[in-house]
């Protein structure tokens, strides 16, 4: 694992959600820093901790992402309630970031054709093929997958431009503002999590994306372009 980054304590690193320098270490283990942003109230891990791509990807395929799996469906199927009512009939969805799966599509993919509608998948990498990200979508759903994203503000970027008009985007993350004690988070303890959102996390990408915003449960968040 890397060293600490050794920077002066009062040079900030910039965020990669806000891309503002107004961060500072906010907590650090054996492991890794972690560090806040004063502006959009992320907590990320700075690179030099990223884990290699070939351990992330390793990391990932312990993940039971089984659609026969009656808990592990009924846990996705959570963020399907809140995006319903304005979703028009035959929508058409995506699944970005879905993780490994056996057969023709993952699990959450396969409750939203039950439900009626057009699904589409993307992975970087178990389902990489770019075709999907070429086209835009009704909705989309991204489950346990932004505490991944390295660059918030791009992958975000790309997400909301790839939605209709009258859009929505629903994320399934934890947010470090449901913990009293960071340091006894289980959810940083994931090597591969790198970001941690808040609710003034999702109200600042609410109001940079222009959306409307919903915390529906404790790690379900809907946006509406």
Not at 18 to 33: A, G, I, T, V, Y
Not at 55 to 69: F, G, I, L, V
Not at 73 to 92: K, V, W
Not at 111 to 129: K, N, R, T, V, W
Request: glycine share 2%.
């Amino acid at each position: 694992m890397s060293k600490p980054s050794n920077l002066p304590p009062n040079e900030a690193l910039s965020c990669p959600l806000c891309q503002q320098n107004k961060s500072h270490l906010f907590h650090s283990d054996q492991q890794r820093e972690y560090w806040r942003c004063e502006q959009c109230d992320l907590i990320f891990v700075p690179p030099h901790f990223f884990l290699s791509e070939a351990a992330e990807k390793a990391r990932y395929q312990h993940h039971q992402n089984d659609p026969t799996d009656q808990n592990y469906s009924a846990f996705l199927s959570r963020i399907i309630p809140p995006i319903l009512p304005r979703l028009p009939t035959n929508a058409s969805g995506l699944d970005f970031g879905c993780g490994p799966f056996s057969g023709e599509k993952p699990a959450l993919a396969l409750l939203l054709e039950q439900a009626g509608f057009l699904m589409a998948i993307y992975d970087p990498f178990f389902s990489p093929d770019t075709a999907p990200l070429k086209q835009t979508y009704d909705f989309i759903v991204t489950t346990e997958a932004i505490e991944h994203f390295y660059r918030p503000f791009n992958e975000l970027s790309q997400l909301f431009n790839l939605l209709t008009p009258k859009g929505t985007l629903a994320i399934m993350t934890r947010r470090h503002d449901s913990t009293d004690d960071f340091s006894s988070w289980f959810y940083k303890n994931d090597l591969s999590h790198v970001c941690f959102f808040s609710k003034q996390s999702f109200r600042w990408i609410a109001r940079q994306w222009s959306a409307e915003l919903e915390f529906t449960d404790d790690d379900i968040i809907v946006l509406h372009t």
